[in-house]
């Protein structure tokens, strides 16, 4: 039975960071593509990065140089760096697999919230 446990986010301001982690059980994460989806209230839920089995890693625009996927397969756990915080990244984040489209994920997280004040 795969279950994945997001935890990390919470309130920070504008500027900061937080590290999302999502520990895996029944699932190896080095051996499947993983990836990190976010929710804002009111709007669909959405890639923003993922990783391939072979360790290459995208994230979309909207991030792109401000946050970090990384994963440790001793603790079979993935990771979410981020920096540099804007308001627009309230949302709730979860990790899924595989990293398609959202009608196409096998299996969810419950999600960690992430409010990021002004």
């Known amino acids: 039975q795969v279950q994945l446990v997001e935890s990390g986010g919470g309130l920070v301001q504008a500027g900061g960071s937080l590290r999302l982690s999502c520990a895996a059980s029944?699932?190896?994460?080095?051996?499947?593509?993983m990836g990190w989806y976010r929710q804002a209230p009111g709007k669909e839920r959405k890639l923003v990065a993922h990783?391939?089995?072979?360790?290459?890693?995208y994230y979309d625009t909207s991030v792109i140089g401000r946050f970090t996927l990384s994963r440790d397969s001793t603790k079979n756990t993935l990771y979410l760096q981020m920096d540099n915080l804007k308001p627009e990244d309230t949302a709730m984040y979860y990790c899924?697999?595989?990293?398609?489209?959202?009608?196409?994920?096998?299996?969810w997280g419950q999600g960690t919230q992430v409010t990021v004040s002004s």
């Open positions: 899924g697999t595989p990293p398609l489209g959202v009608d196409y994920v096998d299996y």
């Open positions: 990783i391939s089995s072979g360790g290459y890693t």
């Open positions: 029944g699932i190896v994460i080095s051996e499947n593509p």
